[in-house]
């Protein structure tokens, strides 16, 4: 390392040159070091501990050494002449995107500017410095303020050799370094380290980082935090394995540059890849194409894994997915971001294929789960405490619903539990006395068995007033809606007598009350609203504002207008972009306005 020496002596020398040449350049760059210390205040350990890592140092200490000075030490390779002028240079590093390092805009080490007065540096048997009033000598300036930090490096010497490299930091009296409340997050996508050591007043922190092909662990003083670990293209995820790692994930997840970022990407995992991120550092620029690619593929390894029971992560994943914050809200949120990106690639993958099992509008038992599902299913999706939050993930990863009909028909009811026979008893008799549902044999057992002192219902009775007396003709939508008493009912009949072909699941709590074709045989899902008169307003809630914007095309409101002669069915696209809604706080639905210039009249 001794030859280290006259390569920085010379260095030395030619920044002076450069100064003499063009002597404004450097109060340029010390103007853009203060913008440097503006928007890398609290990212000065994350920088270092990137450095530290792309050296290959297994192990890192950070020192608090009192009078405001720490210590940064690591134990990864030497610093040779072209790190050093790569210190020096604005906006140079030795390393490349996407190769075995992580950082590689040569602003890691320069943050320190942020923080420092004096930096010492030792690597080897080499030590130098940098330090504005040394350099402002060197280059005859009278003020320090106009020379940069980092720039030339100056009091060269040979020293007791050490391994790696040293940082001895001098701070700023207002300055926070923040190396002792390093974000633990901040070991989980690193290469190299295996242990970092903080020492500072307010006692001693030891990380200890294991890997393997199955997951990551940090080992905290706080406890155990363990986390599976998904792969796909450009992106790593991790998947917190239990409550010390949930606790340091949250329930909106993480997104990270391989060092933490402020992004949160909507489900509780940690996201990590080769983002395009903002010149703080805080925040990935989700419109940069990196960024999109990177959060399509951790969607394609949170799907991969959410659709394949027996996965080491499956059962967790959903139990993660359906605990968590109602994804719904992403989907309607306004703008872009991380969250939303990801969550509208995970719909597209999980609708793309999807997985071996179904949701259930009847809650099944675990045994049940296994006897319908033999290919396997996450117990989660069908447990009570998470009913309303299956409903959501329904409603956005677009799961199919169990047809409970198909399921007698193949297993028997012999071969569901007592409980399951229950409910099924008492859901085939809703569906029979709300929708008319003629049942079939097995179904009708069930419903008996369930309530043996109540006859199978009969369809319901026409609701008639008595200025009704005389029907209107039977196929008109007065006449429908006098048959029935349920909105969702009569629209189906009316659009059936038209060469639609619809079925009603408002039972299902599916976000939607008519399913089937149109008269064109495509695809067609409708919620039906009632109202006064084209001007008065309706709303959607959440679950049904997710499905229209997830669905456009195969997604239609049905508007009943008016009573009596004069009533009218509207349909209405919703997903129209210039169609006026407001988000409304009273439960956060979506309130239609102007919407009847955008709706078309059923004759």
């Known amino acids: 390392m001794s030859e280290l020496v ?16 063009a ?30 890592d792309d050296a290959g140092s297994g192990t890192v200490r950070i020192e608090a050494l009192g009078g405001g000075r720490f210590r940064w030490t690591n134990d990864g390779r030497l610093l040779d002449a072209a790190d050093v002028e790569a210190l020096c240079r ?15 805009r040569g602003i890691g080490f320069k943050s320190l500017a942020a923080v420092a007065t004096r930096i010492d540096v030792r690597s080897g048997d080499v030590g130098f410095s940098f330090d504005r009033a040394a350099s402002a000598a060197l280059l005859g300036e009278t003020s320090p303020n106009a020379t940069p930090l980092i720039r030339i ?53 030891d990380i200890h980082i294991e890997r393997d092909a199955s997951g990551i662990v940090l080992r905290l003083e706080e406890g155990e935090a363990r986390f599976g670990v998904l792969v796909h293209g450009r992106a790593t995820v991790a998947v917190p394995l239990n409550a010390r790692a949930m606790t340091l994930t949250g329930v909106r997840g993480r997104l990270a540059c391989f060092l933490p970022l402020d992004d949160e990407v909507g489900l509780p995992v940690v996201v990590s890849g080769d983002l395009l991120t903002d010149p703080s550092r805080t925040h990935a620029v989700v419109a940069d194409e990196s960024t999109r690619q990177v959060l399509v593929d951790a ?14 992560v499956f059962d967790r ?55 319908v599902f033999p290919a396997g299913a996450p117990a989660a999706l069908y447990a009570h405490r998470n009913q309303p939050a299956a409903r959501a993930v329904k409603a956005v990863l677009g799961l199919e619903t169990l047809d409970l009909s198909a399921v007698l028909s193949a297993q028997g009811s012999d071969a569901l539990s007592e409980p399951l026979q229950s409910r099924l008893g008492g859901h085939f008799q809703e569906l ?35 200025a009704k007396a005389a029907p209107a003709p039977d196929g008109s939508l007065p006449a429908v809606l006098a048959r029935w008493r349920t909105a969702e009912i009569a629209t189906m009949e009316f659009l059936n007598g038209r060469g639609w072909s619809l079925q009603d699941v408002s039972g299902q709590n599916v976000g939607y009350d008519l399913d089937g074709i149109d008269a064109q045989g495509r695809p067609v899902r409708i919620e039906v609203k009632k109202v006064d008169r084209p001007d008065a307003r309706f709303a959607m809630t959440n679950n049904e504002m997710s499905l229209m914007l997830t669905t456009q095309g195969g997604y239609l409101l049905a508007v009943i207008v008016g009573d009596g002669r004069h009533v009218a069915l509207m349909l209405l696209d919703p997903s129209q972009e210039d169609l006026p809604r407001e988000r409304v706080c009273r439960r956060w639905d979506w309130e239609f306005t102007d919407w009847a210039r955008f709706a078309r009249t059923v004759e």
Not at 29 to 44: C, F, H, K, Q
């Open 432 to 466: 029979a006395r709300t929708h008319g549902r003629k049942l079939t044999p097995v179904e009708r057992e069930l419903v008996e068995a369930a309530a043996p002192a109540v006859p199978p219902p009969a369809p319901p009775a026409p609701v008639v007033s008595a």
């Open 299 to 312: 969607a394609r390894a949170i799907a991969d894994s959410l659709r394949t029971p027996g996965d080491p």
């Open 90 to 104: 604005s906006a140079s590093s030795t390393k490349t995107r996407g190769g075995d390092s992580i950082g590689y």
């Open 23 to 52: 002597p404004g350049l450097f109060g340029e760059i010390a103007r853009m070091e203060g913008l440097l210390a503006e928007t890398y205040r609290n990212r000065v350990p994350y920088e270092l501990l990137q450095n530290s």
């Open 6 to 21: 006259p390569r920085l002596t010379a260095l030395q020398d030619a920044l002076v040159r450069e100064h003499h040449q």
């Open 153 to 205: 490096p100056s009091e060269i010497h040979r020293g007791d050799p050490v391994h790696g490299a040293v940082f001895t930091v001098t701070c700023r009296p207002e300055a926070e370094a923040g190396f002792d409340a390093l974000d633990p997050i901040s070991a989980l996508f690193l290469r190299n380290v295996q242990r970092i050591e903080i020492s500072s007043d307010a006692g001693k922190r």
């Open 317 to 371: 994943l959903w139990q993660l997915v359906l605990e968590g914050e109602d994804i719904r809200n992403l989907l309607v949120s306004p703008g872009t971001s991380a969250s939303k990106l990801l969550v509208t690639a995970l719909r597209q993958q999980m609708t793309a294929r999807r997985p071996p099992f179904a949701y259930s509008g009847v809650l099944l038992e675990p045994d049940d789960v296994a006897t």
